[in-house]
């Protein structure tokens, strides 16, 4: 019998991987480890749950253990791969101390990614989080509850019962640090303010959310104080501390008491599995791959937050840890090992936020300087239109900035935020992008129109026509 498919990840690359290639090889064998509780879950479902919004957290699981055993999928949580020998094409295994060694035909690396708290000192006292994985989200959904009313149910299997104990017994914080002000940052933001918590969010850089451009962090910045959050840009931490629980923030301008800390400042790629291996990490950190998922080792393929991928715009790899992108390498990656070689696709950091009642919206490249690095000529317009017909009740102004390339024309970027549907026109420009569109292209789009959704120029076009002005 020849030795099985073995993946390495049991969320979202890992699984999709496995479930595709069950589809097509039904009768040949798939071994997926993983080395926690918790399999296929909505990672990016965390700070809702935490706000309230998504009451089980079970809501969040994408696929159980038992419906992973029925499409044939040899599932073995609490196994971690510690080492990969490519030339015997093994692995080997730790469950519970025990070790094993597994043969592989082909094997999926989709160790996802882990979250920062270096360099923040303090990060390791009791009451600091982060929240990466569903038993961060557990943890602070419980310290949240008053003592004795804890609205995580401990008796799900995977759920780590002493930790949400721990915090469950404590009486809830009313002051709370977010250092980051990034995706996380910013929703977590939005999660404890439901909880009515006195929130402070740092940022080392001058805006949120940087990706975004400026005119979304100035906007998200502004809506976020009237909605009560404290901000302190442009302002380091130093340090977290307390004796043995966080009780304040040291920054390089003062100081804040706080009774909970959360810790978002970006992730990095799970890649420690390969050191001792040939396969080849990339500029970023994560794995190398090319079209189709493969490493620079024969047989060894990498998906999902820990690989990275061709970038749309530029062609060159790009490392952005975002959910569809794993989901779709990973159907890609088993289909190609089934048979039926699949690309991966490309990557342009198509990405949406919601800063409570903003919707925030980005895709491509929006900083000019890493524009120039890839070779273009950039040239950006910001500008401000209604998001449905002016006569229609319920619309709202949309800022949105497009960048071009000056000599071409081609589209490279774009970013929008709005109260009214701005986050969904993003799709528009990553499609714009993938057809590798001019600005000129952009505005003759035929996109859609009748007064509840879009006024006749949609702020898409409007940003086009004004940004194809200034390029000639």
Same mark, same amino acid.
């Given at each position: !019998?020849?030795?099985?498919?073995?993946?390495?990840?049991?969320?979202?690359?890992g699984?999709?991987?496995?479930?595709?290639?069950?589809?097509?090889?039904?009768?040949?064998?798939?071994?997926?480890?993983?080395?926690?509780?918790?399999?296929?879950?909505?990672?990016?479902?965390? =700070?809702?749950?935490?706000?309230?919004? #998504?009451?089980?957290?079970?809501?969040?699981?994408?696929?159980?253990?038992?419906?992973?055993?029925?499409?044939?999928?040899?599932?073995?949580?609490?196994?971690?791969?510690?080492?990969?020998?490519?030339d015997?094409?093994?692995?080997?295994v730790?469950h519970?101390?025990?070790?094993?060694?597994?043969?592989?035909?082909?094997?999926?690396?989709?160790?996802?990614?882990?979250?920062?708290?270096?360099?923040?000192?303090?990060?390791?006292?009791?009451?600091?989080?982060?929240?990466?994985?569903?038993?961060?989200?557990?943890?602070?959904?419980?310290?949240?509850?008053?003592?004795?009313?804890?609205?995580?149910?401990t008796?799900?299997?995977?759920?780590?019962?002493?930790?949400?104990?721990?915090?469950?017994?404590?009486?809830? =914080?009313?002051?709370?640090?977010?250092?980051?002000?990034?995706?996380?940052?910013?929703? !977590?933001?939005?999660?404890?303010?439901?909880h009515?918590?006195?929130?402070?969010?740092?940022?080392?850089?001058?805006?949120?959310?940087?990706?975004?451009?400026?005119a979304?962090?100035?906007?998200?910045?502004?809506?976020?104080?009237?909605?009560?959050?404290?901000?302190?840009? @442009?302002?380091?931490?130093?340090?977290?501390?307390g004796?043995?629980?966080?009780?304040?923030?040291?920054?390089?301008?003062?100081?804040?008491?706080?009774?909970?800390?959360?810790?978002?400042? $970006?992730i990095?790629? @799970?890649?420690?599995?390969?050191?001792?291996?040939?396969?080849?990490?990339?500029?970023? $950190?994560? #794995?190398?791959?090319?079209?189709?998922?493969?490493?620079?080792?024969?047989?060894?393929?990498?998906?999902?937050?820990?690989?990275? !991928?061709?970038?749309?715009?530029?062609?060159?790899?790009?490392?952005?840890?975002l959910?569809?992108?794993?989901?779709?390498? $990973?159907?890609?990656?088993?289909?190609?090992?089934?048979?039926?070689?699949?690309?991966?696709?490309?990557?342009?950091?198509?990405?949406?936020?919601?800063?409570?009642?903003l919707e925030?919206?980005?895709?491509?490249?929006?900083?000019?300087?890493?524009a120039?690095?890839?070779?273009?000529?950039?040239?950006?317009?910001?500008?401000?239109?209604?998001?449905?017909?002016?006569?229609?009740?319920?619309?709202?102004?949309?800022?949105?900035?497009?960048?071009?390339?000056?000599?071409?024309?081609?589209?490279?970027?774009?970013?929008?935020?709005?109260?009214?549907?701005?986050?969904?026109?993003?799709?528009?420009?990553?499609?714009?992008?993938?057809?590798?569109?001019?600005?000129?292209?952009l505005?003759?789009?035929?996109?859609?129109?009748? =007064?509840?959704?879009?006024?006749?120029?949609? =702020?898409?076009?409007?940003?086009?026509k004004?940004?194809?002005?200034?390029?000639?």
């Open positions: !019998m020849a030795d099985p498919f073995v993946v390495v990840g049991g969320d979202a690359a699984l999709s991987a496995a479930s595709k290639f069950t589809r097509e090889r039904p009768d040949d064998d798939v071994v997926v480890f993983e080395k926690g509780e918790w399999i296929s879950y909505a990672h990016c479902g965390t =700070p809702y749950y935490v706000k309230g919004t #998504v009451e089980h957290i079970t809501d969040l699981l994408s696929l159980s253990p038992a419906a992973a055993e029925e499409r044939g999928i040899d599932l073995r949580r609490n196994h971690e791969v510690v080492a990969v020998d490519t015997a094409q093994t692995v080997t730790d519970h101390g025990e070790e094993l060694v597994q043969p592989y035909s082909d094997l999926l690396v989709a160790t996802g990614a882990h979250a920062l708290t270096a360099p923040v000192e303090g990060s390791s006292l009791d009451g600091v989080f982060t929240m990466h994985g569903l038993d961060s989200a557990a943890a602070v959904r419980a310290a949240l509850s008053d003592p004795g009313e804890s609205a995580v149910d008796t799900v299997e995977a759920v780590d019962t002493a930790l949400v104990e721990k915090y469950a017994a404590r009486d809830p =914080p009313e002051t709370v640090a977010v250092v980051g002000g990034g995706y996380v940052g910013v929703e !977590m933001a939005e999660a404890f303010r439901e009515d918590l006195d929130v402070h969010v740092f940022q080392r850089s001058d805006r949120l959310l940087p990706p975004f451009g400026e979304v962090g100035e906007r998200v910045a502004e809506h976020m104080r009237e909605q009560g959050v404290t901000l302190h840009l @442009n302002t380091e931490v130093e340090r977290l501390e004796e043995s629980e966080v009780s304040g923030v040291v920054h390089e301008n003062g100081h804040v008491d706080v009774d909970m800390a959360l810790v978002g400042i $970006g990095r790629p @799970n890649t420690r599995l390969l050191e001792d291996s040939p396969v080849e990490l990339g500029d970023s $950190g994560a #794995v190398a791959v090319d079209d189709y998922g493969r490493t620079s080792v024969d047989g060894v393929y990498a998906a999902g937050d820990c690989a990275e !991928m061709a970038h749309t715009v530029t062609g060159e790899p790009a490392w952005v840890p959910g569809l992108t794993a989901n779709r390498a $990973g159907r890609a990656i088993g289909q190609t090992v089934a048979g039926d070689p699949e690309p991966v696709g490309s990557i342009s950091g198509t990405a949406v936020v919601k800063a409570f009642d925030c919206g980005r895709t491509g490249i929006l900083d000019h300087e890493v120039r690095d890839a070779g273009f000529d950039p040239v950006s317009k910001t500008i401000t239109a209604g998001s449905r017909s002016g006569y229609y009740p319920g619309g709202d102004e949309t800022v949105v900035t497009l960048t071009a390339d000056q000599e071409t024309g081609r589209v490279l970027g774009g970013s929008l935020v709005g109260r009214d549907r701005a986050a969904i026109r993003v799709d528009t420009l990553a499609a714009a992008l993938d057809g590798e569109a001019t600005v000129g292209a505005e003759r789009m035929d996109l859609a129109y009748a =007064p509840p959704f879009s006024p006749v120029w949609d =702020p898409i076009l409007v940003a086009a004004v940004l194809r002005g200034s390029l000639e």
